[in-house]
């Protein structure tokens, strides 16, 4: 084989492994919203105690990725949270965490409602340092 063609043949594996990756990726990752309602007179202590949750899974479960947790502007008990895992085993996982049932136990009466939306990423994009 020609060094041109044994290079040709590398790259397009090169290229192959790298276009598999991204793929197992995307459909691997699980990307869910939680729609939460709060009670007006438990919000501060419920956005500690989701606080404290985030940071400790983010710190301690490799399977979390990544959580973004918003408040609408016209009713801040509203909160929204992105959340992102590694696959659908690291959130079973993370469900039985420690951190995760004290959150849970917790926060139990302070919440009004809670909507689990599973969803499946279209596109993402980000500054290099953000």
């Known amino acids: 084989m ?3 063609a044994l290079l040709s043949t590398l790259l397009i594996v090169i290229t192959a492994l790298i276009c598999f990756r991204l793929h197992a990726q995307k459909t691997n990752s699980m990307y869910r919203i939680a729609k939460i309602k709060v009670a007006a007179s438990q919000l501060g202590k419920y956005k500690s105690a989701l606080a404290e949750q985030m940071r400790a899974a983010i710190a301690s479960e490799p399977g979390v990725l990544s959580y973004t947790a918003v408040s609408d502007k ?3 008990t509203s909160i929204t949270i992105l959340e992102v895992y590694a696959n659908t085993k690291a959130y079973q996982s993370h469900i039985v965490t420690p951190h995760f ?3 849970k136990e917790r926060v139990k009466d302070w919440v009004l409602s809670l909507e689990l939306i599973d969803t499946e990423l279209v596109a993402s994009a ?3 340092d953000f």
């Open 101 to 103: 049932r004290k959150y």
């Open 2 to 4: 020609t060094r041109q």
């Open 126 to 128: 980000k500054k290099k």
């Open 74 to 76: 016209k009713d801040t």
